[in-house]
């Protein structure tokens, strides 16, 4: 059974502006997934489309067996639960340090201190932050605060981890190291989802790529690559 699946999806915004048209994915449990394409190609709406922000015009959207398109606005949480985010622009809060960061994502379920101490250091451990977790935002790096994003984005071991251009604003050798984290979190089971426009990291790590092009699906290929 495939985790997510997106059946015949037609999203057309407001404005008249149509982003995807008829697109059919699936995605199985542990999968590698690039989504391409250049800018207005409907990359981000797609992925919107998973966390439910939007909602498509025409057709299904299923992620780990929930309707999408059909949650209620009260039952959204019950999806996100099963996602982590990560975005381009790392949201942190500057007022918090590294830990209460990564700590924040998990107050909403009432954990005992004690689980949600361990949870917050493994996740920080495993983004190579555990010597900084005590830091603030602006005493990090740009690598490093998107460290911090994908800690926070894991700390609850999520099923599916979405990250929307996370390297966008990054130089090349640090787009490396934050793609090695993200390709260990899938090595240890969590399905990933990245839109990039980073050509190199598409190019070095081979994985599925799903290729779109003004809102049509022009491409799905195992061990692809970015067209040229």
Not at 175 to 196: F, L, Q
């Amino acid at each position: 059974m495939n985790l997510i699946e997106i059946r015949n999806v037609y999203k057309q915004y407001k404005n008249g502006v149509t982003a995807l048209c008829d697109v059919n994915v699936a995605i199985p449990k542990g999968d590698f997934v690039f989504v391409i394409g250049s800018t207005a190609s409907g990359k981000s709406t797609l992925i919107k489309l998973l966390y439910r922000q939007e909602k498509p015009s025409r057709g299904e959207v299923y992620v780990g067996g929930i309707n999408v398109a059909k949650l209620r606005n009260r039952k959204v949480y019950k999806l996100r639960r099963k996602i982590g985010i990560v975005f381009q622009d790392y949201k942190l809060l500057p007022q918090m340090t590294v830990y209460e960061n990564v700590a924040f994502a998990l107050e909403i379920y009432g954990l005992p201190e004690k689980e949600v101490r361990k949870k917050v250091m493994n996740a920080i451990e495993k983004v190579g932050l555990k010597e900084k977790f005590r830091s603030y935002p602006d005493q990090l790096s740009g690598g490093e605060q998107q460290r911090v994003s994908i800690a926070r984005a894991i700390v609850n071991n999520p099923k599916i981890l979405i990250c929307d251009e996370p390297t966008g604003n990054l130089d090349p050798d640090t787009s490396m190291g934050i793609m090695e984290i993200i390709n260990k979190i899938n090595e240890d089971g969590t399905t990933i989802i990245m839109a990039t426009h980073d050509k190199d990291i598409v190019n070095t790590y081979k994985k599925r790529v799903i290729t779109l092009d003004k809102g049509i699906l022009i491409g799905d290929k195992e061990k692809g690559g970015y067209m040229k």
